[in-house]
C-alpha cells in the first residue's frame, strides 16, 4: 500500500473552506484515494472516495491532480461540529485492507 | 448506509482475566472482518483480517495467542483479549465492508479496555 503523507494539524473558523492535501507518491495504477474522518472515542467514518480528476459529495470534494501523487480534500464552510481527524488513505480498488497513517486533527473554532 | 455495532463499548478487568469484544453487521453480511487497535492520540493500527468460516489473518507484531478471533457467522466477529495486562489498555474497533461492489468500510462505535 502506498504511503501517505499530510499535515499533522490545521487550524480554521466556522464558515472557511479547509484543504488538506495528501501526498502519495508511490500510488499505484489500480489504487483508489480515499478519506476517513474520525471524532475522538469513535469509529472512523468514511467520507469521500476517488481515483482522477475531482469527485464531490454532499459532505466533501476531493481534487486529484492528473499525475494522482496528491490529492486535496476539500470542508466546505465548516462548521464546531467538523473538528476531528482526517485520514487520507490509498486504498487498491479490490482490496478492503486499510492501513492509517497518522491523519490531520483539524480544530475548527467559533 | 451499512451499520456495524460492537459490544460492549467500554470494559474495566483485572489483569490476567479475558475479555471478549462482539463485532456484529447489522443490516448486511459480511465474509470479512477487520480488527483495529488505537491507543491514545495515535492512528488506528490493523490487528487482524477476520475471515467467515477459516482462521484470521495476523499482522506482523500481533500475537495470534494472545488475542483470539471467532467469525463463526456471516454477521459476528468476536475479538478475546487473553490473559489481558495493562499494556493491552486500548480503543478497539472493528470494520466490515465490501458491500455493492464497493471497498467502503463501515466502522463499529468502538470499545474502550481498561485492564487494571
Known amino acids: 500500500l502506498a504511503k501517505t503523507t499530510q499535515p499533522i494539524s490545521m487550524d480554521s473558523y466556522e464558515g472557511q473552506e479547509v484543504n488538506i492535501t495528501c501526498s502519495h507518491n508511490n500510488i499505484a495504477t489500480n489504487d483508489y484515494i480515499t478519506w476517513y474522518q474520525q471524532f475522538p472515542s469513535q469509529g472512523p467514518r468514511f467520507i469521500i472516495q476517488g481515483y482522477k480528476t475531482k469527485v464531490t459529495n454532499e459532505v466533501a470534494s476531493l481534487f486529484i491532480p492528473a499525475d494522482r501523487k496528491s490529492s486535496t480534500l476539500s470542508l466546505p464552510r465548516v462548521s464546531l461540529s467538523d473538528t476531528a481527524v482526517y485520514y487520507c488513505l490509498v486504498v487498491k480498488g479490490s482490496d478492503y485492507k486499510l492501513s492509517f497513517g497518522a491523519g490531520t486533527t483539524v480544530t475548527v473554532r467559533a | 448506509g451499512a451499520v456495524v455495532s460492537q459490544h460492549p463499548s467500554w470494559v474495566i478487568c483485572k489483569s490476567g482475566t479475558s475479555v471478549k469484544i462482539e463485532c456484529r453487521s447489522l443490516d448486511f453480511q459480511a465474509t470479512t472482518m477487520f480488527w483495529y487497535r488505537q491507543f491514545p492520540k495515535q492512528s488506528l493500527m490493523l490487528m487482524a483480517t477476520s475471515n467467515e468460516g477459516s482462521k484470521a489473518t495476523y499482522e506482523q507484531g500481533v500475537e495470534k495467542d494472545k488475542f483470539l478471533i471467532n467469525h463463526a457467522s456471516l454477521t459476528l466477529s468476536t475479538l478475546t483479549v487473553t490473559s489481558a495486562h495493562p499494556e493491552d489498555s486500548s480503543f478497539y474497533i472493528c470494520?466490515?465492508?465490501?458491500?455493492?461492489?464497493?471497498?467502503?468500510?463501515?466502522f463499529g462505535p468502538g470499545t474502550r479496555l481498561t485492564v487494571l
Open positions: 470494520s466490515a465492508g465490501g458491500t455493492s461492489g464497493s471497498n467502503e468500510q463501515f
